[in-house]
Each structure stands twice: as structure tokens, then as C-alpha cells.
């Protein structure tokens, strides 16, 4: 008797009853919602511990509000109007429900909603980031291969060097010294802000000054706008370069003693091929870890950054929010910086099977 034939449109059914396409759907939808709940964890715990925080500090931001020369009434009334004489536990559920409707409360100090200064400022600390964060990447992956392949020599005694600088320097000195030594004493930089739109003419759209200037064709703003931002990229890139470059370093050197190297130079495969293709990239996996937190850390670190060189970003609003206890910005930005970090995990975590096939496959 023979076999009997098995049909093209069956599919395998697992010892359950489940179909095995079915129950890696539904595996992957199960994943994705128990991601999705510990982001609303993570932000829920961020939200409440800073809420709590900012109600427990020795300050009246009524009274900031009001203004030194405000009477009793005048601060009772505005007490009043921001909410901040009801209970604490009141004070909180509308403040959730506010969120619900993605209202994140009225600044006191720009006597508008949070969520239109949110608009104006967040633009500028996007543009930083991501060009510091780009900059970083390949400097600090560059410089670890180097270190790496090449030991010994001028060049790793520099990139030791400047990695221990980086490290024990702190942030805003580098930047107060990279202001004195280019913009004052050498005057090839501008000292501070970002590109100058009235001067230049060159209308706001994005609050992106390299966007913007392209956007207009005008390239001589264009060049003002990256002049602008070199001080201050710098400055971030020079407190994180070490930890990039070493991690790289470490990774790409253990890679580079394991059999498979060996057996891909023994059989006359291109040295660029074997380091820069097949060690490099089975290295990049605690690399890409550490760079999801960086690039986290640079969203949420740039305030002593942009308070050096006023830069108009969230740092600077979020000093500014800190020095007159104006509460709704703060929680504001405690969310975004929450948010940027849990999303840059969420990527990383997407970009590891892409890197390293074996993971694809299990």
C-alpha cells in the first residue's frame, strides 16, 4: 500500500491543535502587546515619580507666577487657576486625563500650552541630537576598528588619550573651552545660538536650521547653520566618543581571534572583507546596545550643551522650566526623554536579527 499523499494546502498542526503559522502570529501579536504594556509602564512610573517630585519641593510656583509684588489674593487667584490648590490625588487624575487628550498642561513662564512650546523647541534639540549622534557613530565605530586592526602606534595612543579626556572632562568646560579658543580668541565660529533666519532670510518652517536653508536653496545659510552646530556637536561627541570607540575596540578584537577569521584569510579572502564585512559586523551587537542608550542619553543630556551656547532647544526650555518650578514643561520633557529611550531599545532589539543571521533564524 502506498503513502498516502500529503495535500499542498495542508498545514503542519502543532501536538495543541493550533496551526503552526497561526501560533507564530499569534506569538508575534502576544510579543508586540507585551512590549507595547511595558512602554505604558515605563511612562506611567516616569510620569508619577516626576509628578510627585515636583509637588513635594520646597517652592510656590503661584508665587513665581504671580510676581514678587503680588499681594495674598493675587496669589491665591492664581493658585487657584493652575489647579495647585486642590488635593494632591485631584491634582494627578487630571493630570492623566489630561495626557489622555495628549494636553500636557500650560507653561507659567511662556503663558501658553505646553504641547505649542513643545513645537517650537523640539525641532532644534532633534537637530543637534541627530547630528551629534550621526557624528559619534562613525567616529567612534572608526576609531575602535582602528584601534583594533592597528594596536600600537600614534594613533592609538591618540584615541586612548582623547578617550580618557573625554571621560574625565566635564561636558560643559569642553564646551566653555571649544567658545573661548574658536569663536572668541580665533573668531572662525559663532559663539552660540543657531542660524541666524532674519539675517539670512530665510523663512521658519521646520525650526531645523540646515532643513529650513535648504528648503529656501540658500546655501550660504545653509553653511551658517552647520557653522553653528559644529561647537556644540563637538562638545557632545567628545564626552561620548571613549565608550564607543573601546566597546568596538573589545568587540572587534575578540571577533578577530575566532576560527572563522582564520579560516577566511587561510582561504585568501580580501583583509578589508574579513574585518570590515564578516568580524565587524558580528561585533556591532553590544555596539548597536550601547548606541540605542547613547543616542536616549543625548535626548534628554543636551542641557548643560545647549544652556552654554543658548542653543533654542528643549535643554535650554527645560532650564528655564527648572529655575521657576514651572512643573508642566518639566514632566513634559521627563516623557519625550522617557519615550526616546524606550523606542531607541525597542529599535535595537529590531536591528539585532538583522545583524546577526542566527538570531534571524531562531
Given at each position: 500500500?502506498?503513502?498516502?499523499?500529503?495535500?499542498?494546502?495542508?498545514?503542519?498542526?502543532?501536538?495543541?491543535?493550533?496551526?503552526?503559522?497561526?501560533?507564530?502570529?499569534?506569538?508575534?501579536?502576544?510579543?508586540?502587546?507585551?512590549?507595547?504594556?511595558?512602554?505604558?509602564?515605563?511612562?506611567?512610573?516616569?510620569?508619577?515619580?516626576?509628578?510627585?517630585?515636583?509637588?513635594?519641593?520646597?517652592?510656590?510656583?503661584?508665587?513665581?507666577?504671580?510676581?514678587?509684588?503680588?499681594?495674598?489674593e493675587?496669589?491665591?487667584?492664581?493658585?487657584?487657576?493652575l489647579?495647585?490648590?486642590?488635593?494632591?490625588?485631584?491634582?494627578?487624575?487630571?493630570?492623566?486625563?489630561?495626557?489622555?487628550?495628549l494636553?500636557?498642561?500650560?507653561?507659567?513662564?511662556?503663558r501658553?500650552?505646553?504641547?505649542?512650546?513643545?513645537?517650537?523647541?523640539?525641532?532644534?534639540?532633534?537637530?543637534?541630537?541627530?547630528?551629534?549622534?550621526?557624528?559619534?557613530?562613525?567616529?567612534?565605530?572608526?576609531?575602535?576598528?582602528?584601534?583594533?586592526?592597528?594596536?600600537?602606534?600614534?594613533h592609538?595612543?591618540?584615541?586612548?588619550?582623547?578617550?580618557?579626556?573625554?571621560?574625565?572632562?566635564?561636558?560643559?568646560?569642553?564646551?566653555?573651552?571649544?567658545q573661548?579658543?574658536?569663536?572668541?580668541?580665533?573668531?572662525?565660529?559663532?559663539?552660540?545660538?543657531?542660524?541666524e533666519?532674519?539675517?539670512?532670510?530665510?523663512?521658519?518652517?521646520?525650526?531645523?536650521?540646515?532643513?529650513?536653508?535648504?528648503?529656501?536653496?540658500?546655501?550660504?545659510?545653509?553653511?551658517?547653520?552647520?557653522?553653528?552646530?559644529?561647537?556644540?556637536?563637538?562638545t557632545?561627541?567628545?564626552?561620548?566618543?571613549?565608550?564607543?570607540?573601546?566597546?568596538?575596540?573589545?568587540?572587534?578584537?575578540?571577533?578577530l581571534e575566532?576560527?572563522?577569521?582564520?579560516?577566511?584569510?587561510?582561504?585568501?579572502?580580501?583583509?578589508?572583507?574579513?574585518?570590515?564585512?564578516?568580524?565587524?559586523?558580528?561585533?556591532?551587537?553590544?555596539?548597536?546596545?550601547?548606541l540605542?542608550?547613547?543616542?536616549g542619553?543625548?535626548?534628554?543630556?543636551?542641557?548643560?550643551?545647549?544652556?552654554?551656547?543658548?542653543?533654542?532647544?528643549?535643554?535650554?526650555?527645560?532650564?528655564?522650566?527648572?529655575?521657576?518650578?514651572?512643573?508642566?514643561?518639566?514632566?513634559?520633557?521627563?516623557?519625550?526623554?522617557?519615550?526616546?529611550?524606550?523606542?531607541?531599545?525597542?529599535?535595537?532589539?529590531?536591528?539585532?536579527?538583522?545583524?546577526?543571521?542566527?538570531?534571524?533564524?531562531?
Amino acid at each position: 500500500m502506498s503513502a498516502p499523499r500529503v495535500q499542498a494546502d495542508q498545514v503542519p498542526v502543532i501536538p495543541g491543535g493550533v496551526p503552526a503559522p497561526h501560533r507564530e502570529r499569534r506569538r508575534a501579536a502576544t510579543g508586540v502587546l507585551t512590549r507595547l504594556g511595558w512602554l505604558l509602564v515605563v511612562l506611567w512610573a516616569a510620569m508619577t515619580v516626576t509628578f510627585v517630585l515636583s509637588r513635594i519641593v520646597p517652592a510656590d510656583p503661584a508665587r513665581l507666577a504671580a510676581g514678587l509684588q503680588a499681594g495674598p489674593e493675587q496669589v491665591a487667584e492664581v493658585r487657584h487657576v493652575l489647579g495647585l490648590d486642590r488635593p494632591l490625588p485631584e491634582q494627578y487624575l487630571r493630570y492623566l486625563a489630561g495626557l489622555a487628550r495628549l494636553d500636557f498642561g500650560r507653561s507659567i513662564q511662556s503663558r501658553q500650552p505646553v504641547a505649542e512650546d513643545l513645537k517650537l523647541y523640539l525641532p532644534a534639540t532633534l537637530e543637534l541630537v541627530v547630528s551629534a549622534f550621526v557624528v559619534y557613530v562613525a567616529l567612534g565605530i572608526s576609531a575602535g576598528v582602528a584601534w583594533a586592526v592597528w594596536p600600537r602606534g600614534v594613533h592609538a595612543v591618540a584615541i586612548r588619550l582623547l578617550s580618557i579626556v573625554g571621560v574625565a572632562v566635564p561636558v560643559f568646560w569642553v564646551g566653555l573651552l571649544l567658545q573661548l579658543v574658536f569663536a572668541a580668541r580665533l573668531n572662525w565660529l559663532p559663539v552660540a545660538g543657531n542660524l541666524e533666519y532674519e539675517a539670512y532670510g530665510v523663512p521658519l518652517r521646520t525650526g531645523i536650521g540646515t532643513l529650513d536653508a535648504l528648503v529656501a536653496g540658500n546655501l550660504p545659510a545653509f553653511g551658517n547653520a552647520v557653522e553653528h552646530l559644529l561647537l556644540p556637536v563637538t562638545t557632545l561627541v567628545l564626552g561620548q566618543l571613549a565608550l564607543a570607540a573601546r566597546l568596538t575596540r573589545a568587540s572587534l578584537a575578540h571577533q578577530l581571534e575566532q576560527p572563522y577569521v582564520r579560516t577566511a584569510r587561510a582561504r585568501g579572502v580580501a583583509e578589508w572583507r574579513v574585518v570590515g564585512v564578516d568580524a565587524l559586523r558580528n561585533a556591532l551587537n553590544p555596539v548597536i546596545t550601547m548606541l540605542g542608550l547613547q543616542f536616549g542619553w543625548l535626548l534628554g543630556g543636551t542641557i548643560l550643551v545647549e544652556v552654554t551656547f543658548s542653543w533654542p532647544g528643549l535643554g535650554l526650555y527645560a532650564f528655564n522650566s527648572f529655575r521657576t518650578f514651572d512643573y508642566d514643561p518639566i514632566m513634559a520633557i521627563t516623557l519625550i526623554t522617557t519615550v526616546a529611550f524606550v523606542v531607541a531599545n525597542e529599535l535595537v532589539g529590531l536591528l539585532y536579527p538583522v545583524l546577526d543571521p542566527r538570531m534571524r533564524e531562531s
